[in-house]
C-alpha cells in the first residue's frame, strides 16, 4: 500500500485544492500515470502516481483544500481489495477541518463515506469551477472561449446573463371585502432596507497568494519610484526589419525590453540583487527576469533564464512559449520562481505609464507603459519634430538601491533602446 500526499509544486506553496480525481477508486493505476489535478496558488497541475497498483481509497475530496504532505488517497496492490471507508487516524487529522462528504450507515452499523461523483472533465480555470460549485452551475453545460476550449470567468457570466431567472406570472386579483379597520398603536416606520444587489465572488488560491504576497511587498519593501522617457522610433525601426522575415518567429515590443534590461543589468549589477532575512545583498550573475502575464485567475510571472546570454530572438521564442503555457495553466514550479528582476507591460492596454509593486524578494520591477506620437523641440534651432517615446518606471526597494543606482539603471535601458542595434550582437 502507498499513500499519495500533496506535493509541494513550489518553495512558496503550503496547500493545494484538488480540482478533479481524473480517476476513481477501484481503477487500476500506473506509476507515472496522471491521476488527479491540483490547484496551488500559481496554477493547475496534474499529480502522478508513483507505484503501480489500484485506486483503493480517495480521502481529500473535489473542491477541498489540504496543507503540503497530507493524505489525500491510497494506492493498493494490484490482488488488494479497495480500502475501508474508514479513515486512519492520521488521515482524519488531515482533513478535519474539511467539509465532510456525505455519509450512508452501512450494514455493519459504520459510517461510509460517499464516493465522489466523477463525471466527463471539463476545460476550466479553477477561479471557473469555484464560482459554478458556489452558484450551483454544470460546466459542461456552458461553452468555453478561452485557449482549446476552456471555460473562463467571461464565459460564465454570459450564462448567468442569458439565463436569467424569469419573473413569476401575477396573481389573479380576487375581491376585497371592506372591514372597518381596528384601532392601531403607533409604530415607527421601519428603515427602508437597501436594493444594492451584490454578487459574492470566490477567490482561487491565485488570488489570495497574490494578495498576501502584494500586501507583504508594500508593507516589508521600502519602495521608492523613478520614472524616465525613452525614444523608441530605432527600436521600432528594427523591429519592422526583424518581422520582415516571415521565415523566424515574431518579435514583440516586450523581447526588445527585455533584452534592453538585461544588458542593464550586466552593466548596473546592484539592481540584480536581493535583501536577505539575515539582512545581507545577495547579488547574481545570471539575469533571470520574469515577464508578468495576465490571466484569469489573476497575475503570474514567468522567468526567462539566462537572458544575460541570450540572443534577442531565444529571449523571443522562450517569451512565447512561456506566456502560452502560463495562460493555459501548464507552467511547471521551476518556470516561475528563481527571478532577479521582473517587467510588467501595460503599454498594449494604452496605459501611458504606471507603476508596479515589487515582486519580493527581488530588488526591484520595470513598468512599462505605451508607446505614443509626440511633438518634441529639438535641437538649438527650437526645431519640432514628431517622435515615438515611451515612459518607463522603475520600482526599487531602497534597501538596497538608491535613487542615483535606479536612475543609472534607467539610462542603460534608454541607452539600449536608443541604440537597439547593439542589442543583437
Not at 6 to 19: A, S, Y
Not at 34 to 43: F, M, N, S
Not at 263 to 290: C, D, F, M, Q
Request: charged content about 20%; hydrophobic content about 40%; aromatic content about 2%.
Amino acid at each position: 500500500m502507498a499513500e499519495i500526499t500533496m506535493p509541494k509544486m513550489g518553495d512558496g506553496m503550503e496547500e493545494g485544492t484538488i480540482n478533479a480525481w481524473l480517476k476513481k477508486e477501484g481503477d487500476q493505476v500506473k506509476s507515472g500515470e496522471a491521476i488527479a489535478e491540483i490547484e496551488t496558488d500559481k496554477a493547475s497541475v496534474e499529480i502522478t502516481a508513483y507505484e503501480t497498483g489500484i485506486l483503493s481509497k480517495i480521502i481529500v475530496q473535489q473542491g477541498q483544500t489540504v496543507p503540503v504532505g497530507a493524505v489525500i488517497g491510497v494506492i493498493g496492490s494490484p490482488s488488494a481489495k479497495p480500502a475501508e471507508p474508514a479513515l486512519k487516524e492520521k488521515e482524519a487529522v488531515a482533513v478535519t477541518s474539511l467539509p465532510s462528504a456525505p455519509a450512508t450507515n452501512g450494514a455493519n452499523g459504520h459510517a461510509h463515506v460517499a464516493p465522489a461523483v466523477t463525471t466527463e472533465r471539463v476545460k476550466a480555470s479553477p477561479l471557473v469551477r469555484s464560482m459554478a460549485k458556489e452558484l450551483g452551475l454544470e460546466l459542461a453545460r456552458i461553452s468555453g472561449s478561452g485557449p482549446g476550449g476552456r471555460i473562463v470567468q467571461r464565459d460564465v457570466l454570459a450564462y448567468l446573463e442569458t439565463h436569467k431567472t424569469q419573473p413569476a406570472p401575477a396573481l389573479p386579483v380576487l375581491p376585497t371585502v371592506e372591514v372597518a379597520p381596528a384601532p392601531q398603536p403607533a409604530v415607527v416606520a421601519a428603515p427602508v432596507a437597501s436594493t444594492t444587489t451584490a454578487q459574492e465572488i470566490p477567490t482561487s488560491n491565485m488570488r489570495k497568494a497574490i494578495a498576501k504576497r502584494t500586501v507583504q511587498s508594500k508593507q516589508n519593501t521600502p519602495h521608492f519610484y523613478v520614472t524616465m522617457l525613452i525614444e523608441m522610433d530605432r527600436a521600432m525601426a528594427l523591429l519592422k526589419e526583424l518581422n520582415a522575415d516571415t521565415t523566424a518567429g515574431k518579435v514583440t515590443v516586450n523581447d526588445i525590453i527585455v533584452k534592453a534590461c538585461a544588458v542593464a543589468l550586466a552593466k548596473v549589477p546592484e539592481v540584480n540583487a536581493t535583501w536577505t532575512p539575515e539582512n545581507t545583498i545577495r547579488r547574481y550573475s545570471e539575469a533571470h527576469i520574469g515577464v508578468a502575464v495576465g490571466i484569469d485567475e489573476g497575475l503570474i510571472i514567468p522567468v526567462i533564464r539566462d537572458c544575460q546570454t541570450k540572443t534577442l530572438r531565444q529571449i523571443s521564442a522562450d517569451a512565447k512559449q512561456l506566456i502560452t503555457r502560463a495562460r493555459n495553466g501548464q507552467l511547471k514550479p521551476e518556470e516561475y520562481s528563481g527571478g532577479t528582476f521582473s517587467v510588467s507591460n501595460l503599454g498594449m492596454m494604452g496605459v501611458d505609464e504606471f507603476i508596479a509593486i515589487i515582486n519580493p524578494p527581488e530588488a526591484a520591477i520595470l513598468a512599462i507603459g505605451g508607446i505614443s506620437r509626440d511633438p518634441v523641440v529639438v535641437g538649438d534651432s527650437d526645431q519640432i519634430v514628431i517622435r515615438s517615446r515611451m515612459k518607463v518606471t522603475i520600482s526599487a526597494d531602497h534597501r538596497l538601491l538608491d535613487g542615483v543606482v535606479a536612475a543609472k539603471f534607467l539610462q542603460e535601458v534608454k541607452k539600449a533602446l536608443e541604440a537597439p542595434f547593439s542589442l543583437l550582437s
